[in-house]
């Protein structure tokens, strides 16, 4: 992937430059996203994750040709070029079938990663630092590199099979995050040791090289290490830049090699700005990105509640309770204590595990009701400013329609903005 490639070595000459990558289903934010990338006429990197999308559906029902053409469908309404718009397949491995046999797993991780590849995803994340039922735990770093070689090897196959030669891209790592933040609170990170990178990479080279990829290190973007970023539920562990600095040396050592920092939801601006500089130049954000949506729709519903009857009303916030009630699993192994702590979590945690009822028939059901209320008035400007202040100023200075819809891009956009201006600080600065 020749587009990903040429920001890498432009990064590697000296700019401060880099790549964020949105890592959500959402339509919303997905042409938030877009919107965000024409704006800047940058490159965008959208990412479907394993439990998302698979060959057999995922929890948003979208295989990856499903979620392609998902993407793709809103990218030509916008105009938005096809040649600056990248694909990936986040954590691909077992992940999904972590309590299943190791030979099992990896079998019906195979034909996941086949199926991201052969849909035209590009950037391929090779995540097998996961224990299945039968494995030790934790899995040595021989392991998961051998697992990770598994899966490359099906993954240049499908590319060469489909397209007649591979240009995919990779990224490796055995220090990976817990995909959608910490289940636990947490205080403190230990960030990555140069010794267990350099191991980690050294490790997945022999490991393409036993089985015949010895040429694919050049295509290796990106090494997940944990460079002391997370969130949990209610708090957010901050970048500091000096405790990275033995990272920050490592990678310098490698023409083609950046990290990628996984959990960068909530950091301060100028964090962004400093992991670039750092060559944390991958920025993995999503549940920041459904945080805002969250937030936007339900400033939309307290707005409605004051304009609608109360039997007219769509009810949202109640739809949404039962949902969670009503299927748990999606949050009960996240949010612990009381039913007060339980029930505030589910609606404002950070951890956002919201995002996963958005594609419940009642649910949307009840969103379209929202919208539909909204859209026949308009919007008073003093419930604007009350329950979506930014958005209100936006509206008074002329740069945004009053309409729910725009609002809600609005409101994630401003997610999008502050990582685009720490990747694309010429860009977003002309």
């Not at 052969?118 to 770093?141: N, R």
């Amino acid at each position: 992937m020749d587009i990903l490639l040429d920001l890498i070595k432009n990064h590697k000459n000296g700019e401060a430059i880099g790549i964020y990558s949105v890592c959500s289903a959402h339509p919303f934010v997905i042409e938030a996203a877009i919107r965000q990338a024409v704006k800047d006429n940058s490159v965008l990197l959208i990412e479907a994750t394993s439990n998302q999308v698979d060959q057999l559906g995922g929890y948003t029902g979208m295989t990856p040709e499903d979620f392609k053409q998902f993407v793709f469908t809103i990218s030509q309404r916008l105009n938005f070029p096809a040649n600056k718009l990248v694909l990936g397949g986040d954590h691909l491995g077992p992940n999904r079938w972590q309590n299943e046999a190791a030979d099992i797993a990896m079998a019906k991780a195979e034909a996941q990663i086949a199926a991201y590849v052969a849909a035209g995803f590009k950037k391929i994340h090779l995540d097998c630092s996961m224990s299945c039922a039968d494995d030790p735990v934790p899995l040595t770093d021989h392991i998961v590199a051998a697992r990770a070689a598994r899966l490359a090897l099906i993954a240049e196959k499908t590319c060469i099979h489909t397209f007649g030669h591979s240009d995919l891209v990779y990224v490796i790592g055995t220090e990976v995050p817990v995909p959608g933040g910490a289940h636990e609170t947490l205080n403190d990170l230990a960030v990555t040791t140069p010794e267990a990178a350099q191991k980690t990479i050294e490790t997945h080279w022999d490991a393409f090289e036993h089985v015949g990829l010895g040429h694919l290190p050049s295509r290796v973007i990106g090494l997940v290490v944990q460079p002391g970023v997370e969130f949990d539920h209610d708090g957010v562990i901050d970048y500091q830049s000096d405790k990275a600095v033995p990272l920050t040396r490592l990678v310098e050592q490698y023409d083609h090699l950046l990290f990628e920092a996984h959990s960068t939801d909530y950091q301060t601006e100028q964090a962004y700005h400093q992991l670039v500089r750092d060559h944390f130049a991958i920025l993995k954000v999503g549940p920041a990105l459904t945080f805002a949506l969250r937030e936007a729709l339900f400033a939309l519903a307290c707005i409605e509640e004051e304009l609608i009857s109360a039997r007219s009303c769509s009810g949202l916030r109640q739809i949404l309770e039962q949902a969670m009630q009503t299927q748990p699993e999606h949050w009960q192994s996240y949010y612990h204590g009381d039913a007060s702590m339980k029930r505030l979590a589910r609606s404002f945690s950070y951890s956002d595990r919201i995002r996963y009822y958005w594609p419940d028939e009642k649910v949307g059901e009840g969103l379209d009701r929202l919208l539909t209320n909204l859209n026949e008035m308009p919007l008073p400007l003093p419930l604007l400013s009350q329950y979506l202040p930014v958005q209100y100023q936006h509206i008074r200075e002329g740069r945004l329609a009053n309409h729910a819809r725009e609002l809600i891009l609005d409101k994630i956009m401003q997610v999008t903005e502050v990582y685009a201006a720490a990747c694309f600080p010429r860009t977003n600065a002309a």
